[in-house]
């Protein structure tokens, strides 16, 4: 949005939440919770994700030349080449940021708590330009792996499915922030990062 920050009161949003990013976890398990289309299509995705890992994994266990061991390597593979890459996924995100005209972009990551973030600072972006931002890792990155899994050997599926299974896992605060915005939609929300003090503020207008 062409709007800053300090202009959002005079155009008639008030705020209705600060979300410190230490507290992302349980900010994103709050609307996680909530039955929007957001949080529906990301637990269904995990279920199918998660099915189609159970089958490749079975796949063939009667043939002579089935391995256990080599199938759990490759499964063990596909989970070590989605912590991999979380960089591009963050990456994806600041591209996505640029294309809708941020231009302080940075990142942030807590270990323990797990999470990393993309951030667009004091840039204000409305639902219609958080979606982009948010789906973008998701939907490049999943339909890339769909297309290598259809040209794949069994074994290798096997890989690509459980890279699919982590990956769609680890966008659980993507959709979470989503599925806020989903929550309140009728308040015509945005938002923006204070990158300095590690706070996102949402804003709405709630006439």
């Known amino acids: 949005m062409k709007i800053r920050p ?13 979300l410190g990013h230490k507290e992302l976890v349980p900010f994103i398990r709050t609307y996680m919770k909530k039955r929007t289309k957001y949080s529906v299509f990301y637990y269904l995705s995990n279920f199918i994700v998660f099915g189609l890992v159970g089958y490749f994994f079975v796949q063939g266990y009667n043939l002579p030349n089935y391995s256990f061991g080599d199938r759990f390597t490759h499964f063990s593979y596909g989970l070590a080449i989605a912590f991999a890459l979380l960089p591009l996924h963050e990456y994806i995100h600041v591209l996505a940021y640029k294309s809708r005209g941020a231009t302080n972009t940075s990142y942030d990551a807590n270990l323990k708590k797990f999470y990393f973030m993309a951030l667009a600072d004091k840039f204000v972006a409305n639902k219609k330009e958080f979606e982009v931002v948010a789906l973008a890792p998701f939907i490049i990155i999943t339909t890339t792996l769909i297309i290598f899994l259809f040209i794949a050997n069994t074994n290798w599926t096997l890989t690509i499915s459980s890279i699919l299974l982590a990956h769609t896992a680890m966008c659980s605060g993507d959709f979470g922030l989503l599925s806020y915005f989903e929550f309140n939609r009728e308040k015509q929300v945005v938002t923006f990062d204070d990158i300095e003090n590690k706070i996102s503020y949402f804003y709405g207008k709630t006439s």
Do not use: C, I, Q, S
């Not at 009161?9 to 939440?17: K, S």
């Open 6 to 18: 300090d202009e959002l009161t005079e155009n008639g949003y008030v705020l209705l939440d600060k």
